[in-house]
């Protein structure tokens, strides 16, 4: 077997393979006979077919299945002889299968050359954050916003009110997919119709109809609308707006504080927002040293991975929104969100996976089992039957799997943080969350 390799534009790879065609003919001839023994041809009785019969009705199978046994059997053995590790499948094209040899290409990523450099002396910021009032009463008033209640208006809608609509739209008079709807109900001014149409309704009232023009933005997620105009016609059914709760004994109650009334709630907001400060700070801790290794260390990231954490990060993007009720389908977020618009972070976090691993390689990092059975038990914790918990996590092994690589990376994390040069930052807790957020 002979074995030689192109390299390619970037990461890609041209692997060229000669196999002795004997070594196809010897497969072919094992194929032949394997097939023998098992067809069945009017006639003759089960494995008693001659072999000349069996090529002329079954020879295109036969050779298919030796030209698979040749690859299989070449492929790996040409990959250890050249020292190569692809990134994904191969893309295969026989060049030539006549004569004394079969020759295939194997076309494929690999994966970049890492040297590491730059992980000694990162530079960091430690945020110095106090709880203040004003934290506590940010959270008492999402408190209040998320009990509020929808009393009835009688009067025009306003921004910030929530209305009942009928709506229909029409593009040059021909109604569109997805340009209707029945008694909808949206809040003005959130953004979750278009700022035309919104604008429109603001100043409606129940019972009113009216035409609204919206000209879809150039950006619009769905491509055959872009700059297109659309006459919508609405109907208002209801204007609600919104009443915020007094902050009294019920409220309070309400939150699960049975004694103690407001000063007891802003205590008990206090220590969870402590909490939350420490966590946040951590987090951004880990956001800026995995920042510096990826500024420090630019790769190229391998199609086939690049692609593949596409495909994750559109998986959880779906969970994350059908956990708020969308019942979005990852076909359909596909047409909503591309995957060029997904590439960007999927390119950082394929990229600073692949030098985390070789972090890992080059520092010889052991994942710190201790530290697994410190996180699970702090995973547990939040469940009534922690032990059955507990049981549940360490009999699932994909989940103890993923669980011991995030609390590796954590590792390679603290280490480099050890390392790095740290800086004292002022920053309120709000700023903090924003670091950490965007």
């Given amino acids: 077997m002979q074995v030689s390799v192109e390299a390619l534009e970037g990461l890609t790879r041209k692997m060229r ?29 089960r494995g008693k077919v001659p072999l000349r019969i069996v090529e002329q009705q079954f020879g295109a199978r036969a050779r298919q299945d030796a030209l698979t046994e040749v690859l ?58 106090e709880i203040v009032d004003a934290d506590v009463d940010r959270v008492i008033e999402g408190l209040r916003e998320q009990r509020k209640s929808w009393p009835e208006k009688s009067g025009p809608a306003a921004e910030g009110d929530r209305v009942k609509i009928d709506f229909s739209g029409r593009i040059d008079g021909e109604e569109f997919a997805g340009g209707s709807g029945t008694d909808q109900q949206i809040v003005l001014g959130q953004g979750r119709f278009l700022p035309a149409l919104e604008e429109g309704i603001v100043g409606m009232q129940a019972g009113e109809e009216k035409v609204v023009d919206v000209t879809f933005p150039e950006d619009y997620h769905n491509e055959d609308l872009r700059e297109k105009t659309a006459a919508f016609s609405v109907t208002l059914h209801a204007v609600e707006t919104p009443e915020l709760p007094e902050i009294d004994e019920a409220f309070v109650e309400s ?12 205590t008990q907001i206090r220590e969870n927002l402590e909490r939350e400060r420490v966590k946040l700070a951590v987090q951004w801790r880990k956001l800026q040293v995995l920042e510096g290794v990826l500024q420090a260390n630019p790769i190229p990231v391998p199609a086939p991975v690049l692609a ?37 972070q999927a390119q950082r976090r394929a990229a600073l996976g692949l030098l985390l691993g ?81």
């Fill in 17 to 45: 393979v000669a196999v002795p065609s004997d070594d196809f003919q010897s497969a072919y001839q094992k194929s032949v006979r394997q097939l023998a023994r098992t067809v069945q041809l009017k006639g003759f009785r």
């Fill in 72 to 129: 299989e059997s070449t492929y790996p053995a040409a990959l250890k002889q050249t020292d190569i590790k692809p990134a994904g499948q191969p893309e295969i094209d026989f060049e030539s299968m006549e004569g004394e040899e079969i020759v295939y290409t194997a076309t494929f990523d690999v994966y970049p050359d890492i040297q590491l450099s730059g992980l000694d002396g990162l530079k960091l910021e430690d945020a110095q954050t």
């Fill in 255 to 266: 939150l699960g504080v049975k004694e103690g009334g407001e000063e007891a709630l802003r």
């Fill in 308 to 344: 593949d954490e596409v495909q994750r990060l559109r998986g959880e993007t779906v969970r994350n929104m059908n956990m708020g009720g969308r019942g979005l389908s990852e076909e359909q977020l596909a047409q909503m969100i591309p995957d060029a618009a997904l590439e960007p």
């Fill in 358 to 438: 070789e972090i890992i390689k080059t520092e010889k990092v052991q994942v710190d089992e201790a530290k697994v059975e410190e996180r699970l038990r702090e995973m547990a914790a939040d469940y009534e039957e922690s032990e059955a918990a507990l049981s549940y996590y360490r009999g699932n092994q994909q989940f103890m799997s993923g669980l011991r690589a995030v609390v590796l990376e954590d590792q390679v994390v603290d280490m480099l943080a050890q390392r790095a040069t740290v800086t004292p930052v002022s920053l309120s807790f709000e700023e903090l969350g924003q670091k950490v957020r965007g």
